[in-house]
């Protein structure tokens, strides 16, 4: 048996781990009703039939009842089944929408943050929720060979090298730096060797590492507008001062005769985030020059180009010249699971030795064993191998969700800067709707879609709304039900009408 | 055979993992030469015995004579064996001893780093040697049960949850955090529930996170003097202002009245780094009652308090009192191996959220299955047996130095804050000499200890001249060699006379 019951509560018990499972059953079960998914007088499931569609036991799902009965959501008519209550407790506890960022959280009074603490709290956009549809920029992390990579790791962690253990100043695992550094010269274009490259712990650190010990308090940096809020927020609590800079179909368009000159530039010219335009070779030269003119530097955050379905992946914006300002940023986080938190920097030479010694001041090395063994699993030819693997996998999900967009949406609430390209696609809507309440609305239901509005920076910048939809952790029948909820919120905020094209 | 020379390149060899070992192996036998190790007419090994000695292969050994003798600093005579040169080469790269820290590396004028980028340069102090004698801090890396370790890991690894695949903004491993709560309870009588605990990267992240989340530019820190270099730059990258306080045998000693009252105070109560005092009561009692008074916030630095030979560990500070406004830190680099990065904080209640999402949005969580399989590590009984057994080994290693300068140095040179406790001991030197010239000396001969002068701030504060020795990576008997390395060194500063006490 497979009921939409049971995918709801699937998705919504995989969004969170705290509590136990019985407590998250009960949780997901109660949300439901609250939430209207499951309306009174809704028959339940036999708890045996939905024990096996949750892969849980049977007394899971017996306990989350018998506690559901208890309050007052649902009542059990021997001999006739549960059912949920015709009138719901009047004192239940106050289940609102979650909160789409922890922004709103109350501070304690005496706790007494920093003032650039504060700042970030209020800028804070990490969400809690990172898996089902459609979580934006988080790949199918149970299609990784997982056995495959473990097989390398266990075998490396049992007797493993002393010079694994301990604290590295080099800039990580030597094996990993080589093999990254052949990988991006063939994949990437990127003009390195070996010795320029740093291991992070993914585009945070980077964009840490490089505004600190690049930049001082008040220095100015670009950035892309929308852009990626984590970015932005890094920079932000390191002092810097933030200029935001309009794109378009080529890319970030600077003003020909800026008054102010950054010190910094944060792009990401193989695929815009998250818009999705590519930055165009005209505007890549510009930007070099216009760095090299002025003593800028240039990170190009190249997060996930490996993506691209219809053609070749646009060369880097790095490997354009030799030794070019430019600090060209990666990571693993989209090509095999997040919670890996392996990222690489290819520096220019002369940043390499301070680069390095600061990094190591400020992070200390470590994760060793992990990096050789994602080493060797780069070297056997596994990567390459998965990354082909996911290309043909999401290829498919973003024609999907592109079909489905297409034939119950319109292909007007497409936007035009969504190429072939990434895991995620951006949905227009019309000036006049509020994104934010749509995905308040939409998280509510247990739909994950991120306001397009909030990766704007600057009050004078004409913000587009739209919404960020995440289809690389979503098989394409998980869509159907999620795209039907989020449909029903664009109808209940006045974006479609109910006989706006076909139903889900 | 077990040959002085073949220890001294064992360890040389485990210093540095850069280049192939051919080059390495070469490396060390020029640099034995240069440094007089192996001097003009020696015999050198047959290259059979010292591969065996080595653990390499032969062809290792001959591609390393055929380049020293191409290069003439050996001469083969057939059928007598392979002789150092009676005269080196004139023209031989200058190998000057390896600097103490990366500081004075030379800096491209291009590369322009930020001015707090070049101040944390000034200060780097992380050293590339972290294995052998007497490298402080360093736990025997070797003696953790890896194939335990390994064993749950590569269980939990098999088929991993989703949730432990993608970012955290939980503050780290339920399970993990869990089981930590019940650790620290007991084990340090830390006042502590789950939520409290946020698991962190090591003590670096956990500065780094407080100091940027609760302090602006220019507050005031109090940090210990002598203190941890690490933690200094951590704080002053962040643009702290550094307030050295002294220390004795209670541990740290405010004036009654500071004219500054600090923002945050920094420090190691069990265990003074790294002087080895213990904070008496009375002075945690007046340190708690000012930082409440005054609205200041504690960072208690608990980094090795497992490790007291002679009695039960001192409990923590921050179990004294109800919530205080105090910030545990701690760290498995010292009770399983420093490239984990694993470390954890416990904050007071009010700071939980928001810490977390500062953490979240700074660092984004990972590292999940690792976390996961330590958490398993602990509660199955595996960590505190672990600890039980480095307890007694390090007694014993302790016990070993101790003896060996007691009998070839004197008690003199026993700083009179070594406690029974801890992964190094202090060597206290008189003040005409200089610890930095010492440390780079024996460093040129395989030999690392650190200089305890470049562990105080301030220009008033007297410095005290002094080693750190660390005893916990080393076993007695490869103890002996470079303690007779070091007893020259210190000849030849004038600190002892040849006629000085026994010869090793």
């Given at each position: 048996?497979?009921?939409?019951?049971?995918?709801?509560?699937?998705?919504?018990?995989?969004?969170?781990?705290?509590?136990?499972?019985?407590?998250?059953?009960?949780?997901?079960?109660?949300?439901?009703?609250?939430?209207?998914?499951?309306?009174?007088?809704?028959?339940?499931?036999?708890?045996?039939?939905?024990?096996?569609?949750?892969?849980?036991?049977?007394?899971?799902?017996?306990?989350?009842?018998?506690?559901?009965?208890?309050?007052?959501?649902?009542?059990?008519?021997?001999?006739?089944?549960?059912?949920?209550?015709?009138?719901?407790?009047?004192?239940?506890?106050?289940?609102?929408?979650?909160?789409?960022?922890?922004?709103?959280?109350?501070?304690?009074?005496?706790?007494?943050?920093?003032?650039?603490?504060?700042?970030?709290?209020?800028?804070?956009?990490?969400?809690?929720?990172?898996?089902?549809?459609?979580?934006?920029?988080?790949?199918?992390?149970t299609e990784f060979p997982h056995a495959e990579f473990n097989r390398i790791k266990s075998r490396l962690s049992r007797q493993p090298d002393i010079a694994n253990l301990i604290y590295s100043n080099a800039g990580g695992c030597l094996e990993l730096r080589q093999a990254l550094a052949d990988y991006l010269r063939i994949a990437r274009s990127v003009n390195c060797e070996t010795d320029q490259i740093i291991i992070t712990e993914g585009i945070h650190q980077a964009v840490d590492l490089v505004s600190r010990a690049l930049c001082d308090l008040s220095d100015h940096v670009w950035i892309e507008n929308p852009g990626y809020?984590?970015?932005?927020?890094?920079?932000?609590?390191?002092?810097?001062?933030?200029?935001?800079?309009?794109?378009?179909?080529?890319?970030?368009?600077?003003?020909?005769q800026p008054l102010i000159v950054p010190r910094l530039i944060f792009v990401t010219p193989s695929h815009q985030y998250p818009l999705g335009s590519h930055l165009s070779l005209s505007r890549r030269k510009k930007l070099l020059d216009f760095a090299k003119k002025h003593g800028s530097w240039i990170i190009e955050d190249d997060y996930d180009s490996e993506f691209r379905f219809s053609c070749q992946p646009f060369p880097s914006l790095q490997g354009l010249e030799d030794n070019p300002p430019v600090i060209y940023i990666g990571t693993f986080s989209k090509t095999i699971y997040p919670a890996l938190r392996i990222g690489y920097m290819v520096v220019p030479k002369q940043l390499v030795q301070p680069l390095r010694t600061i990094a190591a001041e400020l992070y200390r090395g470590g994760h060793l064993l992990t990096q050789r063994a994602l080493a060797e699993?780069?070297?056997?030819?596994?990567?390459?191998?998965?990354?082909?693997?996911?290309?043909?996998?999401?290829?498919?999900?973003?024609?999907?969700?592109?079909?489905?967009?297409?034939?119950?949406?319109?292909?007007?609430?497409?936007?035009?800067?969504?190429?072939?390209?990434?895991?995620?696609?951006?949905?227009?809507?019309?000036?006049?709707?509020?994104?934010?309440?749509?995905?308040?609305?939409?998280?509510?239901?247990?739909?994950?879609?991120?306001?397009?509005?909030?990766?704007?920076?600057?009050?004078?910048?004409?913000?587009?709304?739209?919404?960020?939809?995440?289809?690389?952790?979503?098989?394409?029948?998980?869509?159907?039900?999620?795209?039907?909820i989020l449909k029903q919120c664009l109808i209940e905020n006045g974006v479609l009408t109910t006989f706006h094209k076909a139903n889900v």
């Open positions: 048996m497979h009921t939409l019951l049971g995918d709801y509560l699937l998705q919504h018990l995989q969004q969170t781990n705290e509590g136990t499972l019985p407590a998250r059953v009960f949780n997901c079960l109660r949300d439901a009703i609250l939430d209207g998914v499951l309306v009174p007088n809704t028959r339940l499931p036999a708890s045996r039939d939905l024990a096996n569609e949750l892969h849980v036991s049977r007394n899971t799902v017996l306990n989350a009842y018998e506690q559901l009965r208890a309050e007052g959501y649902i009542q059990a008519h021997t001999g006739r089944g549960t059912w949920v209550s015709e009138s719901l407790p009047d004192c239940y506890i106050e289940v609102g929408p979650t909160p789409i960022s922890t922004a709103t959280t109350k501070i304690d009074q005496n706790c007494k943050l920093s003032n650039r603490g504060e700042n970030l709290l209020l800028h804070a956009a990490a969400s809690p929720h990172q898996w089902g549809a459609f979580v934006p920029g988080v790949p199918d992390v809020w984590g970015a932005k927020n890094i920079l932000r609590i390191n002092g810097l001062s933030i200029i935001p800079v309009p794109v378009d179909a080529e890319g970030i368009n600077p003003e020909e699993f780069i070297v056997e030819g596994h990567y390459a191998a998965h990354i082909r693997r996911m290309r043909l996998l999401y290829n498919k999900r973003h024609k999907y969700l592109i079909e489905l967009i297409h034939h119950y949406l319109g292909d007007e609430f497409l936007h035009e800067y969504n190429h072939d390209a990434g895991l995620h696609l951006v949905l227009k809507l019309p000036t006049y709707v509020n994104d934010v309440e749509i995905s308040r609305l939409a998280l509510s239901r247990g739909v994950n879609v991120r306001p397009l509005s909030q990766y704007y920076s600057g009050v004078n910048a004409p913000i587009q709304q739209g919404l960020l939809l995440g289809f690389a952790c979503v098989q394409e029948q998980d869509m159907i039900f999620p795209f039907s």
